[in-house]
């Protein structure tokens, strides 16, 4: 993350105030050194219910990469021509989509926290 996680902030022209950092509750995401490193470089992070894909707008990606995937008539050959589908169908997606995720994020936070964590149709 010192890397990767700074140059994308750098990239955008962002710093660590102008974000909320989203992630599961992956135990390597939520141990006591993580905790520090994103409170000692300045980040918020967005509080996040136990076992929540549905908030998770990535997991629609993916599904629809799966889903695109599905729709070839052959297997491919291998793990190169597995890749070159996946990097094709990815470079496909489209920025509405994205766009419309992100824009479904109140409306998923809000459905979750009427479901009490439970539940919805994310």
Known sequence: MEEDLQASINYYNKSPSDIIFQQDND???TC?????????????VLSWPAQSPDLNPIE???????KK???YDRSP??????????E?????????????LIESMPRRVEAVLKAKGGYTKY
């Open 32 to 44: 006591k050194k993580a905790k520090k490193w994103f409170q000692d470089n300045g980040f918020k």
């Open 60 to 66: 629609h990606l993916w599904y629809h990469l799966k």
């Open 27 to 29: 135990p390597k995401h």
């Open 88 to 100: 094709e169908e990815w470079n496909k997606i489209d920025a509405v989509m994205c766009q419309n």
């Open 77 to 86: 050959s291998g793990m190169i021509e597995l890749w070159e589908r996946v």
């Open 69 to 71: 995937l599905g729709e």
